[in-house]
């Protein structure tokens, strides 16, 4: 509730009006009480002047734009962002798995940074095209589909050049007949060892989410295009035709990207895996891969060979965090349904910890896997989609 206060009395000559308002900044008017009018009393122009004062106020306060932890009744908030504050309550609400949510929280962070980073940037004037809005605009979508929040059911298929009446049987896997073929050639060859194999399965999954991803990416895109064609006139579409190339770009380069995994993952299939193999973790496989396809010298390579290795046991703490993470979900669900409630509080408070690093350390990956992505496509400013 914002109260006001007034009061005239002489300034000199003419008389002035002298207004105070508190939960807003302090404001005083001074106005000559001939300029008031007849027709105005100094009370009612009181009460407009710190209405008004009131609504920008609050319209324009940081506490709208950016929640702050606040009074006794409300819960901290978790992003600086209000839209990814609302994302992040429903995730919250939903059916979710821990593993699941914890990666979700993992994406909204890295999107949190990159939009604050935005805004810095708009200030300074450095994003005139309104590029990195519309990209920053379609990873929040994409996030959103990622996660099954975009109030759409997920019907999109896996791609594939493969034919449609491929029927599914006992060894498909992977949902894509070419992914499914070529692991049951892989799982029945005598070239792999059970650890080989192993390692190799964790490709083919991770294969098999690059393909899903694309998608997303691609029906993202698509319907984006299709709403700019039904708001934007004609003058207006030819300032867009920039940043729908970028788009574009965008999708040939991620195209690019599956197509050269899947011949790797038909190469190992085929010949088993090489003596000279320098990772197991499929997301820095796919960094070397693409290192070695790029201009990058052969001390560059060197120097970023060995940050891939600090980054893959990174990956796979993260990985065994989000194992233990599951496990404590499945101890608490049972120690739910024993009624002790000191038991429960312990177990309560391990999970809560537990998550919280498993959540810490994934925004960490995120962003390592970030700024290497970056230095490997030397586009520095460019942000991963999901």
Same mark, same amino acid.
């Given at each position: 509730?914002?109260?006001?206060?007034?009061?005239?009395?002489?300034?000199?000559?003419?008389?002035?009006?002298?207004?105070?308002?508190?939960?807003?900044?302090?404001?005083?008017?001074?106005?000559?009480?001939?300029?008031?009018?007849?027709?105005?009393?100094?009370?009612?122009?009181?009460?407009?002047?710190?209405?008004?004062?009131?609504?920008?106020?609050?319209?324009?306060?940081?506490?709208?734009?950016?929640?702050?932890?606040?009074?006794?009744?409300?819960?901290?908030?978790?992003?600086?962002?209000?839209?990814?504050?609302?994302?992040?309550?429903?995730?919250?609400?939903?059916?979710?798995?821990?593993?699941?949510?914890?990666?979700?929280?993992?994406?909204?962070?890295?999107?949190?940074?990159?939009?604050?980073?935005?805004?810095?940037?708009?200030?300074?004037?450095?994003?005139?095209?309104?590029?990195?809005?519309?990209?920053?605009?379609?990873?929040?979508?994409?996030?959103?589909?990622?996660?099954?929040?975009?109030?759409?059911?997920?019907?999109?298929?896996?791609?594939?050049?493969?034919?449609?009446?491929?029927?599914?049987? @006992?060894?498909?896997? $992977?949902?894509? !007949? *070419?992914?499914?073929? /070529? =692991?049951?050639? #892989?799982?029945? %060859?005598?070239?792999?060892?059970?650890?080989?194999?192993?390692?190799?399965?964790?490709?083919?999954?991770?294969?098999?989410?690059?393909?899903?991803?694309?998608?997303?990416?691609?029906?993202?895109?698509?319907?984006?295009?299709?709403?700019?064609?039904?708001?934007?006139?004609?003058?207006?579409?030819?300032?867009?035709?920039?940043?729908?190339?970028?788009?574009?770009?965008?999708?040939?380069?991620?195209?690019?990207?599956?197509?050269?995994?899947?011949?790797?993952?038909?190469?190992?299939?085929?010949?088993?895996?090489? @003596?000279?193999?320098? $990772?197991?973790? !499929? *997301?820095?496989?796919? /960094? =070397?891969?693409? #290192?070695?396809? %790029?201009?990058?010298?052969?001390?560059?390579?060197?120097?970023?060979?060995?940050?891939?290795?600090?980054?893959?046991?990174?990956?796979?703490?993260?990985?065994?965090?989000?194992?233990?993470?599951?496990?404590?979900?499945?101890?608490?669900?049972?120690?739910?349904?024993?009624?002790?409630?000191?038991?429960?509080?312990?177990?309560?408070?391990?999970?809560?910890?537990?998550?919280?690093?498993?959540?810490?350390?994934?925004?960490?990956?995120?962003?390592?896997?970030?700024?290497?992505?970056?230095?490997?496509?030397?586009?520095?400013?460019?942000?991963?989609?999901?």
């Amino acid at each position: 509730m914002m109260h006001c206060s007034q009061k005239t009395r002489p300034f000199g000559s003419p008389d002035w009006l002298a207004l105070g308002c508190r939960d807003t900044q302090l404001v005083v008017v001074l106005i000559p009480s001939p300029f008031l009018g007849s027709s105005m009393k100094p009370q009612w122009f009181a009460a407009a002047l710190c209405l008004g004062v009131g609504v920008m106020a609050g319209k324009y306060s940081r506490e709208v734009n950016e929640p702050q932890p606040g009074g006794a009744n409300e819960q901290p908030v978790e992003f600086r962002i209000a839209k990814l504050n609302q994302v992040w309550e429903k995730a919250k609400r939903m059916q979710m798995s821990p593993v699941r949510q914890a990666e979700l929280h993992s994406d909204l962070k890295i999107q949190e940074k990159d939009e604050l980073q935005w805004k810095k940037l708009k200030v300074e004037g450095l994003d005139e095209s309104g590029e990195k809005e519309a990209q920053l605009r379609r990873n929040f979508h994409v996030i959103l589909a990622k996660y099954g929040m975009d109030g759409k059911r997920d019907t999109r298929p896996l791609e594939s050049n493969s034919l449609k009446e491929h029927e599914p049987n @006992e060894g498909d896997t $992977f949902e894509d !007949p *070419r992914l499914d073929k /070529l =692991w049951n050639k #892989a799982r029945n %060859s005598a070239k792999f060892s059970e650890e080989d194999l192993e390692n190799l399965k964790k490709e083919f999954q991770h294969h098999k989410e690059k393909i899903h991803e694309y998608n997303i990416l691609m029906d993202t895109v698509s319907r984006t295009e299709e709403t700019h064609k039904n708001v934007i006139s004609p003058l207006e579409g030819d300032a867009t035709e920039p940043a729908l190339q970028q788009k574009h770009t965008e999708l040939k380069q991620k195209m690019r990207d599956l197509n050269h995994g899947f011949e790797r993952l038909r190469k190992i299939s085929h010949e088993g895996f090489s @003596e000279d193999s320098e $990772f197991r973790e !499929p *997301r820095v496989i796919e /960094l =070397w891969e693409a #290192a070695k396809r %790029s201009n990058l010298s052969r001390d560059e390579l060197d120097s970023l060979k060995e940050e891939l290795h600090h980054f893959e046991t990174k990956v796979e703490k993260h990985i065994h965090y989000k194992e233990q993470l599951e496990l404590s979900h499945q101890k608490l669900q049972h120690v739910e349904n024993l009624g002790d409630k000191e038991h429960l509080r312990r177990t309560q408070e391990k999970y809560n910890t537990l998550s919280e690093k498993t959540r810490e350390m994934g925004y960490k990956m995120k962003k390592h896997l970030q700024e290497l992505s970056n230095k490997i496509s030397g586009q520095g400013l460019q942000h991963n989609e999901l």
